[in-house]
C-alpha cells in the first residue's frame, strides 16, 4: 500500500509540486514588485490607463502570493519568505526605474510568459499527483492570465 501525506497523496510527488510552487511564488513575488514600481513611476501620454492598469496587476498578484504560499502549506511544505530566496530563485528579474509605458508593457507579457510556462508545469504535476487543489488554482491563473497576455500584446501593437 503506497503511503499518503495527511491531504491523500503522494508524499514524492507533493514535495515536487511544493518546490514548483515555491519558484512559482518567488516569481510572482518579483513580478508583484516590478508592477508596483512601474505604478510608482509610469509617465507620459498613458499614464492614466497604466497606472490603474498595474495596480490592477499587483493587486492580483498579491492574492495569489498568498494562495501559493498557503497551496505549499497545504501540501505539508513550507513556503519561501524572504526576499533573498525570491532574488536567489526567481527566473524574473528587478527592473528598476521604469517609467517608460511601453518598456513596463513588454516586461510584463514577458514575465506573463515566464509565469504561464511554469504554471504549465505544475499543472502536468498537479494531474500527475491527482492534486485537485493545486490543479484548479493554476488552471485558473492560467485561463486569466493568457487573456492578459493578449490584451498587454495588443497595447505594444
Do not use: C
Amino acid at each position: 500500500m503506497t503511503h499518503k501525506n495527511h491531504i491523500g497523496l503522494d508524499p514524492k510527488k507533493s514535495e515536487e509540486l511544493a518546490e514548483k510552487l515555491n519558484t512559482l511564488l518567488a516569481n510572482y513575488q518579483l513580478f508583484y514588485i516590478n508592477t508596483r514600481g512601474f505604478h510608482w513611476n509610469i509617465k507620459g501620454e498613458k499614464f492614466f490607463e497604466l497606472h490603474v492598469k498595474f495596480e490592477e496587476l499587483y493587486n492580483d498578484s498579491q492574492l495569489k502570493i498568498d494562495e501559493i504560499a498557503e497551496r505549499i502549506v497545504t501540501l505539508g511544505y513550507t513556503p519561501l519568505h524572504s526576499f533573498t530566496s525570491y532574488l536567489e530563485t526567481s527566473t524574473i528579474k528587478e527592473q528598476t526605474n521604469v517609467s517608460d509605458g511601453m518598456k513596463a508593457v513588454k516586461h510584463i507579457v514577458e514575465s506573463f510568459n515566464v509565469l504561464l510556462t511554469m504554471e504549465r508545469e505544475i499543472l502536468h504535476l498537479s494531474a500527475e499527483a491527482d492534486d485537485e487543489g493545486t490543479n484548479s488554482m493554476v488552471s485558473d491563473y492560467i485561463r486569466a492570465q493568457e487573456k492578459l497576455v493578449w490584451m498587454y500584446s495588443s497595447f505594444l501593437k
